[in-house]
Structures are given as structure tokens and as C-alpha cells.
């Protein structure tokens, strides 16, 4: 299994541009979320899915849109890039509902770093 | 959802056993104790979870006293490759309540 992979690893903006934040696992989890992390920060959650067609909002979901149409994919979009969205961003996965809900093993990416100008 | 408090940061000499205690005093009676370890450059790797007393893997070992409004990450003999952010993270199993992520431990292993 390749786990959760991410795709690009790096990327650069400019304000303004649109993007999307490509996330794939092969685990077939049911959960699956996006994560920013700022320098010196914890990780703080932006959206978040409970399987195939439900996604819902975390705690920072301005700027943001997900959809899930499958259970192994979940892209993050950057509708208009602002500087303050430069960050690096992880996706994780894990069983979630059909076990033991989020407490079980989250699974996380590499993460992409994104710089916007 | 239970808030935890950690200690910014810890300093420790390689083969030291180190103990990293996280405080919830508001803990319900659903929520479960997970401690996730992240490296330089890359995503949070589960270390261990527990609900009471103790759990031991072939990682750490977590304390968890009979209040559950603490807890503490053991981790035995550390090397500098131990060199990471650990998160203290409270959380009710069987349910989609999101993981909340606090700042974290910052671990520093010396030789």
C-alpha cells in the first residue's frame, strides 16, 4: 500500500490564483481530513469527510472548498490564494466511523508546502 | 472536546527516559488519550492511545491515573532520532468528532 500520498509537494502562487491540493489513499478509509500547520503551530483542521459525499467544516475552513466523490480521493481547493494561506498542508486518513470513529489510527501524508506571493 | 495543556518544550540527554505530561482536566467519560509524534518535514505518526492505567508498546509507554484528568508519555532510553513535536490529543472513540491538535511538546534530545 502507498498509504496517503499528496500531491504536489511544493508549490508557489501568486494572490489571486486557484489550486488544488491533491490527496489519495489506498486504505480504503472512510475518514479523511485536511490539516494546516504554520510555522512554530500545531496542526489546525480545515475540512474533514465521513465517507463518500458528506465533508464537513474545521476549524479554519475560509478560503477552502473540498468535495469527495470517492472514498480514495480528497482534494483541497484554494479558491483565491492570499498570502496568509502560505503554509504547509497534511491530509490524513483513517477507518473512522464504520470502527471507532476518529480515535482510531489517523494516517497522515507527506504534505505539501505551499508559498503564496 | 476536552482541551489538553503540555509543556512548550523539554530538553533531555540521549539514554534518558523521558516523561511528557499532558494535562485534560476536562476528559468525559468517552474520550480516549492519544499521543501522536511528528518529525522535521513530515506528517503526525501515531505513538500510542490508552483510556485507563497503563499501555505499553514497542515505542512508549502511557500513564494514565484513575481521574484520567492527566496523562503522561514514557519514552524509555531516548535517542536523537526521539528528536520531535509530540501532541497530547483527548477524543471520543466510535463517534466523527474531529482530532484537535494542540502546539505540542517540543522534544529535544541532546547527545
Known amino acids: 500500500n502507498a498509504g496517503v500520498t499528496q500531491t504536489p509537494k511544493f508549490q508557489v502562487l501568486k494572490t489571486g490564483q486557484s489550486m488544488t491540493l491533491q490527496c489519495a489513499q489506498d486504505m480504503n478509509h472512510e475518514y479523511m481530513s485536511w490539516y494546516r500547520q504554520d510555522p512554530g503551530m500545531g496542526l489546525r483542521l480545515i475540512h474533514y469527510s465521513v465517507g463518500a459525499g458528506i465533508t464537513d467544516q474545521g476549524e479554519v475552513p475560509n478560503g477552502y472548498n473540498v468535495s469527495r466523490s470517492t472514498t480514495e480521493d480528497f482534494p483541497l481547493r484554494l479558491l483565491s490564494a492570499a498570502p496568509s494561506q502560505t503554509s504547509v498542508y497534511f491530509c490524513?486518513?483513517?477507518?473512522?466511523?464504520?470502527?471507532?470513529?476518529?480515535?482510531?489510527?489517523?494516517?497522515f501524508g507527506p504534505g505539501t508546502r505551499l508559498l503564496v506571493l | 472536546l476536552a482541551k489538553t495543556t503540555q509543556p512548550i518544550s523539554m530538553d533531555s540527554y540521549e539514554g534518558q527516559e523521558v516523561n511528557i505530561t499532558c494535562s485534560h482536566n476536562?476528559?468525559?467519560?468517552?474520550?480516549?488519550i492519544t499521543w501522536y509524534q511528528q518529525f522535521p518535514s513530515q506528517g503526525p505518526r501515531f505513538i500510542i492511545q490508552g483510556y485507563k492505567t497503563k499501555v505499553t508498546n514497542e515505542v512508549a509507554s502511557l500513564f494514565i491515573p484513575a481521574d484520567r484528568k492527566s496523562s503522561t508519555l514514557s519514552l524509555p532510553r531516548v535517542s536523537l532520532s526521539d528528536t520531535a513535536v509530540y501532541y497530547c490529543l483527548v477524543g471520543e472513540r466510535g463517534r466523527d468528532t474531529p482530532l484537535v491538535f494542540g502546539k505540542g511538546t517540543r522534544l529535544s534530545v541532546i547527545a
Open positions: 490524513a486518513s483513517s477507518y473512522g466511523t464504520e470502527r471507532t470513529g476518529t480515535q482510531e489510527t489517523q494516517y
Open positions: 476536562n476528559i468525559a467519560t468517552n474520550d480516549y
